[in-house]
């Protein structure tokens, strides 16, 4: 049972690139959410996605857009990568909105 | 402004000793709270929670304590063990809002042989 799976595990960018995270459950879940952690900063929400067709802003939302493709896949998108957006990203999912989330492996990306 | 609250970045402690993680949150809202622990290069994983209908939760060695009326809930290890050295993040959700999870900053736990 893979669980929340992530690609790429590791990316560098240069600043102004482009690039889309995914993302993909195999638990069936409703929900799913985007993260990124900073050392000192814990985990904060980017996006979610209550159930399949709606997102909803998290906390740091600018500079990322999201797509959940269908019930499985929730990927994150930079269209204009930027130093500040060198970060851990972390997939999550859960049955509803407001149970535990069962987390990924996380994507190490710096931007450079 | 952080709705959730780990006052403490890290906390040191000795093998079979109990550990005391401590969580603070402003939202009234919030009814349902949760502990992650996260090792290096993995990503968190549920570890407990606990309903704002209780005032305890026990799994193990691991117990949450929630104290309503001052906002604010904790998590115990008795015994800890070298292997519990980790980060601990506390989360918080509202069920009535359907917000997802706010996690605090975390407290990063050492435990010693």
């Known amino acids: 049972n893979a669980g929340v799976t992530q690609t790429p595990k590791f990316q560098v960018l240069k600043t102004g690139q482009s690039m889309t995270l995914q993302c993909a459950q195999d638990m069936n879940h409703n929900s799913m959410y985007w993260y990124r952690q900073d050392p000192g900063m814990g985990l904060r929400l980017i996006y979610y996605s209550a159930s399949e067709g709606t997102t909803d802003k998290g906390e740091v939302p600018n500079g990322y857009n999201v797509s959940r493709l269908n019930k499985r896949e929730f990927s994150l998108r930079l269209e204009s990568a930027a130093p500040s957006q060198t970060s851990v990203y972390f997939c999550?999912?859960?049955?509803?909105?407001?149970?535990?989330?069962?987390f990924g492996q996380g994507t190490r990306l710096t931007v450079v | 402004d952080q709705q959730v609250k780990q006052n403490s970045p890290s906390l040191s402690v000795q093998e079979g000793r109990i550990s005391i993680l401590n969580c603070d949150y402003t939202n009234s809202m919030f009814d349902y709270f949760l502990w992650y622990k996260k090792y290096p290069a993995e990503g968190p994983t549920f570890l407990i929670s606990i309903s704002s209908i209780k005032d305890k939760n026990e799994d193990g060695r691991f117990t949450v304590f929630l104290n309503k009326s001052a906002k604010h809930l904790s998590l115990h290890i008795v015994p800890s063990q070298p292997g519990d050295s980790a980060v601990y993040f506390c989360?918080?959700?509202?069920?009535?809002?359907?917000?997802?999870?706010?996690f605090g900053k975390g407290t990063t736990l050492s435990v010693s042989s």
């Open positions: 989360a918080a959700s509202a069920n009535q809002a359907g917000t997802a999870l706010i």
């Open positions: 999550a999912s859960s049955v509803t909105v407001n149970t535990e989330a069962f």
